[in-house]
């Protein structure tokens, strides 16, 4: 812990970005902590689960363990996607175990108690003594699995696991409103298009690094010969969300000089306009003209984050090498900057650092993510 | 009942759970009595429901009609 501040002194952190600290190391190191984090930042809010497209059929299920918490995504025969504690009402045992389709109920693998893919209790099989499926103890009305509180935009699951929050669309108005002209379909690459990195580092780190363009000509030299420091700015909302954008986006091209089709009715901001935005707590979003991009962070342990990632077209029939080449080309980007989260998690251990001074001109997205945390935590030691 | 004994078995052992759909039923079929044919009833219906077998409507009517749905 830093000798300057105290395990609950986060003032430092929300002072203005001159004088500010960042957050203190027992944030990305202190098992306390990490347990009061996950309530207080990743529960009480809208977290990122996954995106929508991973069930893409009625009846696709997925198992994803959240901090913990076993949870199934599914889509429902009705198409409505939904995300639910993934046990059984009646003993707590895990419903579905890998990845699957449900052809007609969720049958529970311990005493067959079956569930529609809403999530109604359909059958109660001998729940009365043999042959009898009902008991007037048993109210299936009352036992149907327990769901999760979900929204889904920009096709990611967002959860708020506590059920407090207030609803997506208030806590997010305002960058609902920055991006609305990407309020339209956003058709997943599919398999070529998505893959995890697994990263030892907390998955804040993950967010800081994502929020600011400062490191960009030292970590991604590639990157910034054709998206340069001086053509990015800052998005920082106080409290809100925070990034990056650039005013000089380049499309990608194949051999041929193909690119990628537009997102529709864009407006000319977007001819060169490309905004990056970390969506508090842990999801990372990418708009550009031609396609765009989830990053989902999955926090595992204190210390270790996957981040799973999926590309984004505004069609169907993109061309499989041009999808390709752009897929390894993000690769590479946040390939580049594993080795500097996982370099900050370990400078948590130095018992000296305060949390770090930031530059006003350079740093102001990462603080407000920080300022955003010490918040959610002050809110949560209140009780409010 | 020691064939079809043996045939559930089988097919439990082999997962062929759309086999035992049929099979349950079939058991339902030779069972003596209401009690034991809606526990064979029921199994039949229960590996119907996750599979979505075309059996299920009419297991579901069995079972209805001795009031154990």
Redesign the interface.
Known sequence: MAKDQTFDDLSAVRRPVETANGLPNAHYIDPAMWDEEKHAVLFANWAGLAVASEVPEPGDAKPIEFLGIPLLLLRGRDGVVRVFENICRHRGMILVSEPKKI?????CPYH?W?YGTDGRL??T??VGG?????HEAIVRENLGLNEVRSHIWFDTVFINIDGKADPFEVVHADLLERWKEFGQPLIHGGADSTFTLEVKTNWKLAVENYCESYHLPWVHPGLNSYSRLEDHYNITELGLYSGQGSTLYRQIKGDDGAVFPDFAGLSSFWNEGAEYVAVYPNVLLGAQRDHCFAIILQPNTIDSTSEHIHLYYSTKTTSDTLRAKNSAQWKVVFQEDVFVVEGMQKGRHAPNFDGGRFSPAMDSPTHCFHEWVARKIEAHREGT | MSDLDDRLLAAHAAGDQWGLVGLYAEAADQANGVDAACFFLTQAYIYGLELAHPSVPALHARLDAEGRV
């Open positions: 052809e007609g109920a969720i049958r067959s079956c359909v059958s099989p001998h043999p042959g009898h499926n009902t």
